[in-house]
């Protein structure tokens, strides 16, 4: 079902319209009266934030002639509707899958040893950026292609799998060699070139939503991706910006129910990102959870204040086992 139905529904006769108004807005519908060229009422607009109702329910209703809804611009989005997603040793959709790593990797030992508290916590794949889209060009970003391989290795010595991110065209098959997982960042959410890119390589992706963006623009990001071959895609709400300094974005839990429960979408949330607090991790790992997360993202890191890029809301591993420790998680290789 899309997530804008925009549906529009006519009547018999412009007397039905109390009875129609009514029956709608006690399934929770938000209507707009239509009018005609002479000024009477000729139907009502169903508003986008309603939630889903079918069209037989609305025909059902004494004095409804008919319903229209426009073609889904994302059908391969909704096709996907309710599926799990394989994800190397782990399978998203059943149950809360925990991915968690540090925000870049720095050295070989230093991923290796995130990989051992990783896999200690529960979760189940291991989380790195090689490529680092950094805000400031003097910002470190990454070794790139030798980080890969050192957190491939890392991963398949503790039992994990991994997920990366592709920052551009030129490292799609790099990335897509060793990953179970491939990431686009909320700066290239709509990143067209590299979408379709990614897409090609017919493995499942994280898809970060962009600070600004739109639910219906990150449902068409996927929509790119799926159509260009991508196995599955898994929506990751990272907050969007807000105007409120307390917190480094605001996390929108709204849209993480609405992919879940109305549109049925495989979706994770990263709460590190979303309030770059390390203390409300926790907390907003509880609410997404809550609120029909299929998984987390979080940024976990064996030294937090030795780390070279988003230290200060990265856990280190009494907090990451705190937070599988919620979920009942058991540590890789051991039964809950």
């Not at 790593?101 to 995130?114: D, L, M, N, R």
């Not at 957190?151 to 592709?166: I, K, N, P, S």
């Not at 065209?169 to 700066?187: F, H, T, Y």
């Amino acid at each position: 079902m899309s997530s804008t139905p925009m549906m529009f529904v006519t009547l018999r006769s412009p007397a039905a319209l109390p009875t129609v108004e009514a029956a709608l807005q006690g399934k929770g519908q938000w209507t707009r009266r239509l009018h005609g060229a002479a000024g009477q009422v000729a139907g009502l607009e169903i508003a986008p934030h309603s939630p889903p109702i079918g069209r037989d329910e609305i025909l059902a209703i004494d004095g409804v002639a008919d319903v229209l809804r426009p073609v889904s611009p994302h059908p391969r989005v909704d096709a996907q509707a309710g599926r799990t997603v394989s994800l190397g040793r782990a399978v998203l959709g059943e149950g809360c899958l925990l991915m968690a790593g540090p925000c870049s990797v720095e050295t070989e030992a230093q991923i290796h040893a995130a990989a051992a508290l990783v896999a200690r916590s529960g979760a189940r794949l291991l989380r790195g950026g090689a490529f680092k889209p950094r805000t400031s060009p003097y910002a470190f970003s990454g070794h790139g292609t030798p980080a890969l391989q050192w957190m491939r290795e890392a991963a398949d010595a503790h039992g994990l799998g991994m997920v990366t991110e592709v920052l551009s065209e030129a490292d799609v098959e790099s990335v897509a060699a060793v990953a179970d997982l491939l990431q686009i960042g909320s700066r290239n959410m709509q990143n067209f070139a590299l979408l379709r890119a990614v897409g090609r390589t017919g493995r499942p992706v994280l898809l970060k939503r962009g600070m600004a963006a739109r639910i219906e623009d990150w449902l068409l990001a996927g929509e790119h991706l799926l159509s260009a071959g991508a196995e599955a895609v898994i929506f990751c709400e990272r907050g969007i910006q807000g105007f409120d300094p307390l917190t480094r974005n605001l996390l929108d839990l709204g849209a993480v129910a609405l992919l879940k429960h109305a549109l049925h979408q495989p979706v994770v949330v990263d709460p590190s990102h979303a309030t770059g607090r390390r203390d409300l991790v926790l907390p907003l790992s509880r609410a997404a959870v809550a609120a029909g997360a299929d998984g987390l993202l979080v940024e976990a890191h064996p030294e937090p204040s030795r780390a070279r890029s988003d230290g200060p809301q990265a856990l280190d591993e009494a907090g990451l086992a705190a937070l599988a420790g919620g979920l009942g998680l058991a540590p890789v290789g051991e039964t809950p």
